[in-house]
């Protein structure tokens, strides 16, 4: 391997670990190995620049920098935080903040340990360089994460900041958008993969023909973002950064103008929306953004491919769940015969099918339970 490779944790949402160590791999990240909510691989800090540009089912690309055991009291926990040099990785006037995940066995607040962490970090700059880090929590420059576990702390710097999600294009949304991880990781399990026409029927603010659209052109995904945390670190190399942003420009391709990717919504405003966000994304030159009632759409001879998430009982009120689903399974099954049918809904529509699904995933939409399973349709 590459002497200066590193390791680093792309960290992503449940039941997305097997989409993203598929993207890590095929980007050349090294000695990939998903982890939950997570992946881990080495590379260079060109691939680190990279996998923050590209990859589109990442959250944050996390860098460790130490591995702390043992802490099993608060002076223990500010003595080894305070020993990490520091001042190695980023000056002294950066604007700071923290994510502390998991948990101590014998210091149990973790508000009071990210003030302890801040309190030995500030202290180490100040005694070297008599001033310190301010932090920051809406718009810090660096960003430490710190994972909880027992009694140790895995300490990384988070390479991307604001979490990747925040593509940049996405001004306005509707009720309930779907997150731009998720929306990128449902067309990745589904391997929808440009063959096929995409329709998602009910689009909302088009984050789902938005991200297949990027994922057709190759598009990466984070290409529009000014800022990256690891821009305000000490080895930052912004020539290597132009290079590799390049790299990646020069590999964007045209999608087959014979694929269409679709999106209707029956509310106009909600098409307004879609089609701004389209145009910020750079693909509304083959994006086809369209208000249309579903139950409106002429047939289409298949194959197709639809990926959609319709209102849900929680989130929107749809009044009668079952004539809901009975009416739209009937209408995907007489208007898009013999294609493929993936949908993101609190329960199986199993039932509603009257057959199993060609594969099925227990995903988390937010904080709501969900499943996301893939259906033929009738010949
Ligand atoms: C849960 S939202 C979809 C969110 C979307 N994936 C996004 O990321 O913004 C459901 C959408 O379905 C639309 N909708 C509801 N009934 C519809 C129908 N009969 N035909 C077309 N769209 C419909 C709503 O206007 C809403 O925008």
């Known amino acids: 391997m590459n002497p200066e490779n590193f390791k680093m944790i792309a960290t992503t949402f449940k039941g997305l670990e097997k989409v993203l160590h598929r993207e890590v791999a095929q980007l050349g990240g090294q000695k990939p190995k998903a982890l939950i909510r997570a992946v881990e691989f080495y590379g260079d800090k060109g691939f680190l620049y990279k996998a923050n540009l590209k990859l589109s089912t990442a959250v944050r690309i996390l860098k460790p920098i ?7 009291t608060v002076a223990s926990l500010y003595n080894k935080i305070y020993d990490i040099p520091w001042e190695k990785f980023f000056h002294s006037r950066k604007r700071i903040f923290f994510n502390v995940s998991g948990e101590l066995n014998s210091i149990p607040h973790t508000h009071f340990i990210s003030q302890k962490v801040k309190d030995a970090i500030a202290d180490r700059f100040r005694n070297r360089f008599g001033n310190r880090p301010d932090v920051d929590k809406t718009h810090p420059q660096v960003v430490v994460n710190l994972h909880l576990f027992k009694d140790q702390i895995a300490v990384s710097l988070d390479a991307s900041g604001s979490p990747l999600f925040k593509r940049g294009y996405r001004e306005q949304t509707g009720y309930a958008p779907l997150n731009e991880v998720m929306a990128a990781g449902l067309i990745r399990l589904a391997r929808w993969n440009g063959d096929t026409h995409l329709i998602d029927p009910m689009t909302g603010s088009g984050t789902l023909p938005i991200e297949g659209a990027l994922q057709a052109a190759d598009i990466p995904p984070n290409i529009f973002r000014e800022e990256f945390a690891f821009m305000h670190w000490h080895d930052f ?12 420009l020069d590999r964007i391709k045209e999608p087959s103008d014979l694929i269409k990717i679709i999106g209707y919504d029956n509310n106009p405003e909600m098409i307004k929306i879609a089609r ?3 145009e910020n ?3 509304d030159a083959f994006v086809e953004l369209e208000t249309k009632d579903f139950f409106d759409t002429r047939k289409i001879p298949g194959p197709v491919t639809l990926l959609f998430n319709p209102p849900y009982d929680k989130r929107l009120s749809v009044k009668n769940k079952e ?3 009975n009416k739209i399974v009937a209408h995907l099954n007489e208007k898009f ?11 199986p529509l199993n039932r509603f099918f009257g057959k199993k699904p060609m594969a099925s995933f227990k995903l988390t939409n937010g904080k709501i339970p969900v499943f996301f399973a893939g259906y033929e349709t009738d010949i």
């Open 337 to 347: 015969p013999l294609s493929k049918v993936w949908l993101l809904t609190p329960e």
């Open 276 to 278: 701004k966000n389209a």
């Open 323 to 325: 004539t809901f689903y």
């Open 66 to 72: 130490a591995h702390l055991r043992n802490i099993k």
């Open 237 to 248: 190399d912004p020539d290597l950064y132009r290079t590799i942003r390049k790299s990646l």
């Open 281 to 283: 994304a750079g693909v």
